[in-house]
């Protein structure tokens, strides 16, 4: 957090009542709901406390690993109607404030709450935790990928149990391949692509293997 003098603090909370909150390792502001807050520009508190406009472009980032704080209402800005509230961070003093989700989309980050509901809706990836999106221009996975984005698929090379008088079949229908050292064949592709009539080949599964 940035080092403020006791009258800037001071300041904070009884123009702004914005405060930092050790619990939340950010500042935000207070969660009351009378209905006559005050409210304020986002970058102009923010201004007070990095001497920086956190609305302009460049000036914050967010995590995606972050998911948002559920039970608060309260935006730094005053706005008391949000449905839960999200970290946004000072790019040079690495400050967070507790915002709701049109102040983060005013600062530039308009895809950050969708992608967190999509987090919330779909689950993540369990390789590299991205927030799993099924449709739209920006989808990044589908529900038949077991919780995997199309960055961490991989493919897999499965081992089947096919006879000496099968193979001419499965060669020309499914390209399976012979392996000299095992004595076996195998198809090489996305595990969730295995097509049902190899299904009943399956032998083995050889992970991590070679796209």
Request: aromatic share 14%.
């Amino acid at each position: 957090m940035s080092l403020l003098s006791q009258e800037k603090l001071n300041t904070l909370y009884e123009v702004y009542r914005v405060y930092w909150s050790p619990g939340f390792n950010c500042w935000m502001r207070e969660q009351t709901r009378s209905g006559n807050e005050k409210k304020f520009e986002l970058g102009e508190i923010t201004k007070i406390i990095t001497g920086e406009n956190i609305l302009t472009t460049g000036e914050s980032y967010v995590n995606i690993n972050e998911d948002a704080i559920e039970g608060l209402s309260t935006c730094i800005c005053g706005c008391c109607k949000c449905g839960g509230l999200y970290k946004i961070y000072n790019s040079n003093t690495n400050d967070a404030f507790l915002v709701g989700s049109k102040c983060v989309e005013k600062a530039g980050h308009e895809n950050f709450v969708a992608d967190l509901r999509c987090a919330k809706r779909n689950g993540r990836c369990k390789y590299c935790n991205v927030p799993l999106r099924f449709n739209g221009p920006r989808s990044n996975s589908k529900n038949i990928y077991d919780k995997v984005c199309y960055n961490c698929r991989s493919k897999v090379v499965i081992y089947l149990k096919i006879t000496y008088n099968e193979r001419e079949y499965y060669k020309a229908k499914y390209y399976v391949k012979w392996n000299p050292e095992l004595k076996s064949w195998y198809w090489k592709g996305y595990e969730d692509e295995l097509p049902d009539e190899l299904k009943s080949k399956f032998w083995y599964k050889e992970d991590n293997s070679t796209s």
